[in-house]
Structures are given as C-alpha cells and as structure tokens.
C-alpha cells in the first residue's frame, strides 16, 4: 500500500484518480504483491470485475484471483490492460462457495477497484440476516423487522433477545416468542395483511401473492366472498402463506378452514404468520 490503501478496492464506484486505488511500490525482488478481500456473505462467484482506471504506466502486468486463504485458482493468471474496466465471466473457474477471493498483482502496480458478483448460499444469505438483526440500530431494527412480522410485542421482545449466535438462534426465539404472545397481538401482526387477491399491500405481499395475477375472474370473485365470510366468522383476516400456493388453491384452504371453529383457526392463522415470518426474515435482505 505505498501510494493508496487496499480498502479503496472496495470504495463505491469508479475510482476519481490514481490515489483512489490501491497501488504498490515497484518491486526489485522475487515474488508479487497481493490482498485478501472478504465478502459480503458466502456466495458462488458468477462474475468478477478488475478495473485499472488512471493506471497506465504503472499497471499491473498480470493478475490472478485465488480462494483465501489456500484454496483453488478461480481466475486463471491473465494479462491486464492500462486503465481499462475487465470483465471476467467465461474465464472463472467452479470452485463452489468461497468466501474470500486473493486478488495477485504480478509483479506489481495499481488496480482501482475490484468487484465480485455471486449468488449467495443458503448459510451465506442466514448469516448475513442475523449480522443484520445482531447490528441495525434499534430505531432501524425495529423498522424493518414490522416488515417481517407486524406484532409490536414481537418486534420488541426480539430485539431485546440481541445478539443471536446464528439462524437456528434468531429463528428460535422468534417462533418461541410468537408462540407465548396473546390474541391481541397475533391479530395486530394478521391485521398488517392485505387480503387475498387486494391489489393493496407491501411489495412482499404483492410477490407472495403474485399467482393472484393469474387467476380467473370467478375464482377472484369467489376468494372476495369467502374473505369477507371469513371476517365475518372469525373477526381477522384471513391468514395463508400463500408462497408457492396458486389461487385456487389458497380458496380451497380457506373453505376447509370454514370449518374450523374459533379457538382452532386462530391456531392455525397464528402458524400461518409464524410461517410468513420466517420466510421474511430470510428474504430480509432481497432488493425491493
């Protein structure tokens, strides 16, 4: 790092000027220069990007990218141009999931950033969700966990459980928290759901019940006349993890669950919810 810090590799975007990359001393001996980056969570890497922006006479003449700390080459040593955007897709090598990369400068120079896109693990994505949970301000917290899960009560006991040592942790908790909490709040967290079929509602809602889209014009008007019976029986929206689930079948479960009587379907509502949760707090960190 003589002339600009390795952190800059991971600065957003381009780099302004050759101070805003990392560059070292020329070298006199054997050997080349290096740096380790850790990711953002264990992923399968499906692009990598090397740029050398405002390095021209002093780029490096090679690169190469391994797994940190001993593991696999997963780009294959390859020669770089001055001040140039490289793209590498077609040349990575399958080596499954990593979670730091080596980026090898041969035999040195300056690289302005560098740029590793993927597709999280299942472990990557749970781990970064509960780094979320364990680190967001409360305020921030609390926020964006009513997304998840709309129970005041919940929320508030969740937070108070911080930090979680992993997902089977954080998860754990939350179901046994929902599980202890009483009528009122269950039907504060049902009462944040659009119905089934409503146009209204969050963007998760609108992809959870993105099958709705598809459905036929009776089969829509028979779910707004089973919602409303359903309101008028039980005092709640109707509550299904609709995830995976077309809409007639969501109609179905909805009739079965007619039958039920009270004490037994705000049972089976409340599951529903605990369902919807989970898989909420693991889309936590999706784009929206």
């Known amino acids: 790092m003589f002339f600009g810090p390795k952190h800059n590799l991971i600065m957003p975007g381009r780099a302004a000027n050759m101070s805003d990359g990392w560059e070292t001393r020329r070298r006199r001996g054997p050997g080349n220069d290096w740096v380790i980056v850790k990711l953002g ?10 740029d050398t922006a405002h390095f021209k006479g002093n780029y490096p003449d090679t690169a190469s990218i391994d797994v940190a700390p001993d593991g696999p080459e997963i780009l294959p040593r390859t020669k770089l141009q001055a001040d140039t955007r490289h793209a590498f897709i077609d040349e990575l090598r399958d080596v499954g999931p990593v979670r730091e990369l080596r980026l090898n400068v041969v035999p040195d120079g300056g690289v302005s950033r560098l740029r590793v896109h993927g597709t999280a693990t ?4 749970q781990e970064a969700v509960v780094r979320r949970v364990n680190t967001l301000v409360p305020s921030r917290a609390e926020a964006e966990l009513r997304r998840c899960c709309a129970s005041t ?17 954080l998860t754990g908790v939350a179901d046994r928290i929902w599980s202890t909490l009483d009528r009122d709040d269950w039907l504060e967290a049902f009462g944040a759901h659009p119905r089934i079929g409503d146009k209204k509602g969050s963007r998760w809602s609108a992809r959870e019940q993105s099958t709705t889209a598809e459905a036929s014009e009776e089969t829509m008007r028979r779910l707004a006349e089973a919602n409303a019976e359903y309101e008028r029986r039980f005092g709640h929206t109707y509550i299904v993890c609709a ?46």
């Open 41 to 50: 969570c264990e992923g399968v890497v499906r692009r990598i990007e090397i």
């Open 122 to 125: 299942e472990r990557g994505r």
């Open 153 to 169: 009560e919940w929320v508030r006991r969740l937070l108070d459980a911080r930090p979680f040592a992993d997902w089977n942790a």
């Open 243 to 288: 995830t995976g689930k077309t809409s007639a079948e969501m109609l179905a479960i909805l009739e079965a669950r007619m039958k039920n009587d009270a004490a037994t379907e705000l049972r089976e509502a409340a599951e529903q919810q605990r369902q919807i949760t989970e898989l909420r707090l693991h889309r936590w960190l999706e784009s929206e």
